[in-house]
Antibody
Framework: EVQLVESGGGLVQPGGSLRLSCAAS????????MNWVRQAPGKGLVWVAR????????GYADSVRGRFTISRDNGKHTLFLQMNGLRDEDTAVYYC??????????WGQGTLVTVSS | QSALTQPPSASGSPGQSVTISCTGT?????????VSWYQQHPGKAPKLMIY???KRPSGVPDRFSGSKSGNTASLTVSGLQADDEADYYC??????????FGSGTKVTVL
């Protein structure tokens, strides 16, 4: 069974940093692009970042480019999102999701990041 | 990277059909056959319902169908059931390893 389990969310002050992790299992992790998608409370889905199988190619939403970094450890089947310079508007549930070919399936259960003083 | 435009809400009675539109530009929806649709129940993670405009993943009922014309994609849910009540989001590839989501549509089963 394909599983994606996010961790690392929590409360952080504006300007602070946080690193999210996503443990993947049940599929050949190295072969797949992976993504992070976020959802602010009561709002819609927003794509955040994308990384290819060997980590050599990445893409970012304009709102996070230069502040967030997506990476992966294929030996540990783990996806990461390093978030620096956090702002109030980064408060959201962050989902990890597999990318079989320009669509997203499945999704993890999400981890909540709250940016507040 | 502006969000794709979806109607905020749609509704229908059990057994009826509802169609949700998703309007973008030639740089996203109109430029690629990589439109997908996601269903999200309250408090749950999104679930893939349609990919590559009109393909259904295994396990998704054939009551769900997708189409595209120009810069607008559509999701049709036929034979509405109570469990279809949820938020629905479209997503399109937008080039340069980027994606863009729609604004979301809340479907109510009357």
């Amino acid at each position: 069974e394909v599983q994606l389990v996010e961790s690392g969310g929590g409360l952080v002050q504006p300007g602070g940093s946080l690193r999210l992790s996503c443990a993947a299992s049940g599929f050949p992790f190295t072969y797949y692009w992976m993504n992070w998608v976020r959802q602010a409370p009561g709002k819609g889905l927003v794509w955040v970042a994308r990384i290819n199988g060997d980590g050599s190619s990445t893409g970012y939403a304009d709102s996070v480019r230069g502040r967030f970094t997506i990476s992966r450890d294929n030996g540990k089947h783990t996806l990461f999102l390093q978030m620096n310079g956090l702002r109030d508007e980064d408060t959201a549930v962050y989902y990890c999701t597999r990318d079989p070919g320009n669509w997203l399936d499945p999704w993890g259960q999400g981890t909540l990041v709250t940016v507040s003083s | 990277q502006s969000a794709l435009t979806q109607p905020p809400s749609a509704s229908g009675s059990p057994g009826q059909s509802v169609t949700i539109s998703c309007t973008g530009t030639s740089s996203d929806v109109g430029g690629y056959n990589y439109v997908s649709w996601y269903q999200q129940h309250p408090g749950k993670a999104p679930k893939l319902m349609i990919y590559e405009v009109n393909k259904r993943p295994s396990g998704v009922p054939d009551r769900f169908s997708g189409s595209k014309s120009g810069n607008t994609a559509s999701l049709t849910v036929s034979g509405l059931q109570a469990d279809d009540e949820a938020d629905y989001y479209c997503m399109s590839y937008a080039g340069s390893d980027n994606y863009v989501f729609g604004s979301g549509t809340k479907v109510t089963v009357l």
